[in-house]
C-alpha cells in the first residue's frame, strides 16, 4: 500500500530575545533648552525610554506531529502536520497614559495560542522523456488567541504621526480569547 510511510514528532522551547538593547532600562539623549527668546540654548539630558526592570525574553513552547505517506511509488505524496504552539510573556508595546512623558511601554502582555493542520498532495501525473507534469496542492488552518493579558481587559494598540503631531487613534484590540491584532 505505502512506498513510504514516516511519522513525526517534536516539541521545542525557544526564546524571543529580539528586543532592542538595554530596552528594560531608563535611556536619556541630549535636549536643548532656552530659558526664553533671548537666552543662549543651554544643553540638558532627557529620558528617551520608560523603563521596565520586570521584562524578559518570550517564551514559544511547541509540539509538532506529522505524518508523510507516499503511494504508488511515491508518484502520489501526502503529508499531514499538526501542531500547538504557546508563547507566554508575549513581548508588546502598549500605551501608557501621556502623563508619563511616552506612548507606549515595551511589556510582557500575555499568552497567546497557536495550533492548526497542514495538509500537502504531490503528485507526478506525468513524466516521458520530453515532458514532466507534477502538481502541488496545498492547505493550512491556523487558529491563534490571546489565552492571558496578565489582569488587563484588553489592550488597545495605538497609531499616530511619529511626531506626535496627530492624536493617536485606536488601530487594535487585544482581548482574550480573540486573535493578535484584530481590527
Known amino acids: 500500500l505505502f512506498s513510504n510511510l514516516k511519522v513525526r514528532g517534536g516539541y521545542g522551547v525557544t526564546g524571543n530575545d529580539r528586543i532592542a538593547n538595554y530596552i528594560y532600562m531608563s535611556t536619556y539623549g541630549p535636549t536643548?533648552?532656552?530659558?526664553?527668546e533671548e537666552s543662549d540654548l543651554y544643553g540638558g539630558l532627557v529620558a528617551t525610554r520608560l523603563p521596565n526592570p520586570d521584562l524578559k525574553w518570550e517564551s514559544n513552547y511547541q509540539f509538532d506531529a506529522g505524518i508523510d505517506m507516499g503511494f504508488l511509488n511515491d508518484r502520489i505524496n501526502v503529508t499531514a502536520d499538526y501542531y500547538h504552539k504557546t508563547t507566554t510573556d508575549l513581548l508588546l508595546d502598549i500605551p501608557v497614559p501621556q502623563e508619563f512623558g511616552f506612548t507606549v511601554q515595551t511589556v510582557n502582555a500575555g499568552e497567546l495560542q497557536n495550533q492548526g493542520v497542514e495538509l500537502s498532495i504531490n503528485t507526478r501525473n506525468v513524466e516521458t522523456d520530453n515532458m514532466t507534469w507534477n502538481t502541488t496542492l496545498n492547505?493550512?488552518?491556523?487558529?491563534?488567541?490571546?489565552?492571558?493579558?496578565?489582569?488587563?481587559?484588553?489592550?488597545?494598540?495605538?497609531t499616530s504621526n511619529p511626531d506626535g503631531s496627530v492624536p493617536a487613534a485606536d488601530f487594535t484590540k487585544l482581548v482574550v480569547g480573540r486573535e493578535l491584532s484584530e481590527l
Open 32 to 36: 536643548g533648552v532656552s530659558l526664553s
Open 139 to 158: 492547505i493550512a488552518y491556523n487558529k491563534q488567541k490571546a489565552t492571558d493579558l496578565f489582569g488587563r481587559p484588553y489592550i488597545i494598540s495605538q
